[in-house]
């Protein structure tokens, strides 16, 4: 159980264009997704926590109105890069908390890989 | 403030035994989580530790000290596919994640 999928789970796209990413959970209800980025190397930087039906709450440093997070239903959350430039050349990975939980476990989607060109 | 301090890397021998440190400093504490990661992959789960002690679960086991900060993740038996980055977190008392940097592991034959 607790399956979490994203898709896609890689997309090369041109400079100045926008990239949905989709996280779901499959056989749970998630009412907070968490949504992080990976650079080549590095640890895991969260970017902003997103509770469903809520304005998502983003780390200092990131920008929301680059990175547009919705989370419309407790199955299903989106990340927007919007205008996005190489630099934004990441691994995109969410995750999510099940209702309820009693300890904070979060169950991870496999990752999207973004190129911008 | 929080911090979560673990190693970068560290590599060792097909076959021995490794273990990866932890230490952590939060607001409140609930209980340590320890993560799996392979390069171009997500993190696996892997433990979580809320009481003191040594849990064990196969080749894995976790040890979690509350009184002094510290937690550590002991690998034995090494094998090639154990060559990964383990990730130290700790839940606050809201039970947010507090991440850790990761511990590069290189095993070696």
């Known amino acids: 159980g607790a399956v979490v999928s994203q898709h896609p789970s890689r997309v090369i796209c041109k400079s100045g264009t926008s990239v949905k990413i989709e996280c779901r959970s499959l056989d749970f209800q998630a009412t907070t997704m968490f949504w992080y980025r990976q650079f080549p190397k590095q640890s895991l930087m969260l970017m902003a926590t997103?509770?469903?039906?809520?304005?998502?709450?983003?780390e200092q440093g990131v920008e929301k109105d680059k990175f547009l997070i919705n989370h419309a239903s407790l199955t299903l959350s989106t990340l927007t890069v919007t205008s996005a430039h190489p630099e934004d050349s990441s691994f995109y990975i969410c995750?999510?908390?099940?209702?309820?939980?009693?300890?904070?476990?979060?169950?991870f989607g496999p990752g999207t890989r973004l190129t911008v060109t | 403030g929080q911090n979560i301090d673990q190693p970068t890397e560290m590599t060792a021998t097909e076959g021995a035994i490794v273990q990866i440190n932890c230490t952590y400093q939060?607001?409140?504490?609930?209980?340590l989580f320890w993560y799996q990661q392979h390069a171009g992959e997500a993190p696996t789960f892997l433990s979580y530790?809320?009481l003191d002690g040594l849990e064990e679960k196969g080749r894995f086991s976790s040890f979690l000290s509350r009184s002094k900060g510290y937690s550590y993740l002991l690998l034995k038996e090494l094998q090639m596919k154990d060559s990964a980055s383990y990730l130290c977190?700790?839940?606050?008392?809201?039970?947010?994640?507090?991440w850790g940097a990761g511990t590069k592991l290189i095993i070696k034959p």
């Open positions: 939060t607001s409140g504490f609930n209980g």
């Open positions: 995750s999510a908390q099940t209702l309820g939980t009693d300890n904070g476990e979060q169950y």
């Open positions: 997103s509770n469903e039906g809520s304005k998502a709450t983003y």
């Open positions: 530790n809320v």
């Open positions: 977190a700790a839940t606050d008392s809201n039970y947010q994640l507090i």
